[in-house]
């Protein structure tokens, strides 16, 4: 969340927007949309996707948010939200056309580059570099990877709320991020012994 905000605090909001308060949903999508429009750009490589699926993802959420039986799990059931949005259009998209998800022509990363005008070109050269070998990993990852190291990686997550929200155990989850990262780094060597 860009902002802080105690658990307890959370909750009660969600509990209002439940009750119909726009405000509230209002302050929900400001606290959470920027992270999970990061999620699905990390997910799937696409601006215009992350912008089209946390649309989707908010107004899904707006539209099931009185169904959450346990407003405190809120911030677990929107990124189970967000990621099945992504996947279902990647469904969709497999069924419509051979698309992948794996564009390697798609930077998704530019995070890396804080958008710092000051950098200078040496450092610029360095951050697009290492954009490229972390795309290269991603792209190589299956996507129950994928999305559990980003969790972990990129969003900081602990493994038991990536639990929450991959619905997998907890040994599931570590293991697959465990795999992920030697697939990160086996990327990262084979780089490192090329240069």
Known sequence: MSVTISQDELTEIVKRAQN???EDFQKLYNLFARAIYNFIW????????????TQDTF??????????REPAQFRFWLYRVARNEVYQRLRRQ????????????????????????????????LNQELQEIIDKALNT???????????????KMSYEDITKIVGRSLLSVKTDIYRARLIAKDVLKKYLRSE
């Open 42 to 53: 990390r997910l799937t490589g696409s601006v215009d996707d992350a912008q089209d699926l």
């Open 141 to 155: 990852m299956a996507p129950k990877y994928r999305d559990v190291f980003i969790l972990a990686v990129f969003e």
């Open 59 to 68: 107004l899904k959420v707006h539209r099931e948010l009185k169904h959450l």
């Open 20 to 22: 119909g308060s726009p």
């Open 94 to 125: 497999q069924r419509n056309s051979e698309v992948s998800i794996d564009d390697e022509e798609i930077t998704y990363y530019n995070f890396l580059v804080d958008g710092n005008d000051s950098l200078n070109p040496e450092r610029q050269f």
